[in-house]
């Protein structure tokens, strides 16, 4: 009688999904948050958020087309993707960029996007009918006592503040959306339609706002490439990628690392020394996100008691 064996995954399947991934994400998504200032130094923010999406959505749409990816096929579908793609692209990216034109720093938003687990996990109670655990209230007070010292430490940004905390809530209300479709994407198309909409819904702004000439010279051109490419492609694909093969909870810790490496490293890259309050936030709102995001140990046999999230699954 032949047995079976399960076969283990390779040592180097291991890796890339236990902490190759994880370090490519976390690099990649820090980035985002340093270029992002450099490039509304060196062109109108909505122009270069415009362009972003719309390079990004043309090499996804290339690899779909070269790959036969599958499209959407319903109508649920699509509205699925127009409405996240609004808010999970053109609203979290184009207020975030504003709020850089702004003066707010890169360690504080950072802060504030981090927090979106939190965001989540409060909003879903209402909108998702998902309850949460009383540890998993008490991480959410505390991840929103640690964003509340860090906003009222850096008020001398004035509406940039305003900007940021819209970028949060657009990627949020995405989430939402998205886990409330509860409709499996293709990572090509999907993010090809979000992204593609989300061109069309910045192209007017940024006309008003900055007109769409960009300007051509390899400073611009070079953080342009990178935002696009490095971070709405290949980041958001190894996120997508990541959520579907490791629980949202892993990731929520995951992204705990961004807003300290991001507060660290825009000192020598960006001249913006991280106040007081902003350290002692971050250190709260990591709590309190490291709180809310902990797997219960006895999950009950019906119905579901949802952690924090701090991206769209898919």
């Known amino acids: 009688m032949a047995t079976l ?16 991934l994880s370090i490519l994400f976390i690099a990649l998504w820090t980035s985002g948050f340093i270029a992002g200032p450099i490039g509304v130094h060196l062109a109108p923010p909505l122009t270069l958020t415009f362009w972003r999406f719309a390079l990004a959505a043309l090499v996804l749409t290339a690899v779909a087309v070269v790959t036969k990816a599958p499209w959407p096929k319903t109508r649920a579908a699509w509205l699925q993707l127009i409405v996240t793609g609004v808010l999970m692209q053109a609203v979290m990216f184009g207020a975030a960029y504003l709020a850089f034109e702004g003066g707010v720093s890169a360690g504080l938003a950072a802060l504030v996007n981090g927090s979106t687990p939190i965001i989540i996990a409060a909003a879903g109670t209402v909108v998702l ?22 906003v009222a430490g850096d008020l001398e940004a004035g509406p940039g503040i305003v900007f940021t905390l819209i ?14 479709a509860g409709g499996a994407m293709d990572l090509r198309t999907g993010a ?41 492609v290949v980041a958001f694909g190894v996120m997508f990628f990541l959520l579907r093969h490791r629980t949202a909870a892993d990731t929520a810790r995951m992204v ?22 902003i350290w002692v936030g971050l250190l709260i709102t990591g709590a309190g996100v490291a709180i809310a995001a902990r797997r219960r140990s006895n999950p009950p046999a019906t119905g579901t008691a949802s952690g924090a999230e701090p991206a769209p699954s898919d």
């Open 256 to 277: 705990l690392i961004v807003p300290p490496l991001t507060a660290v490293l825009a000192w020598p890259l960006l001249g913006q020394a991280v106040h007081w309050p």
């Open 167 to 180: 970028s949060a809530a657009g990627f949020a209300a995405g989430t939402l959306v998205q886990r409330k």
């Open 192 to 232: 090809a339609v979000q992204l593609g909409v989300a061109a069309l819904v910045i192209l007017p702004l940024a006309a008003l706002h900055g007109g769409l000439a960009l300007p051509v010279n390899a400073p611009t051109l070079g953080v342009l490439a990178w935002l696009a490419i490095g971070n709405s």
């Open 129 to 150: 009918k998902e309850k949460l655990t009383p540890l998993q209230w008490l991480g959410t007070a505390v991840g929103f006592a640690g964003l509340t010292v860090a």
């Open 5 to 20: 064996t399960a076969t283990r995954p390779s040592a180097g399947r291991r890796f890339l999904l236990g902490p190759g």
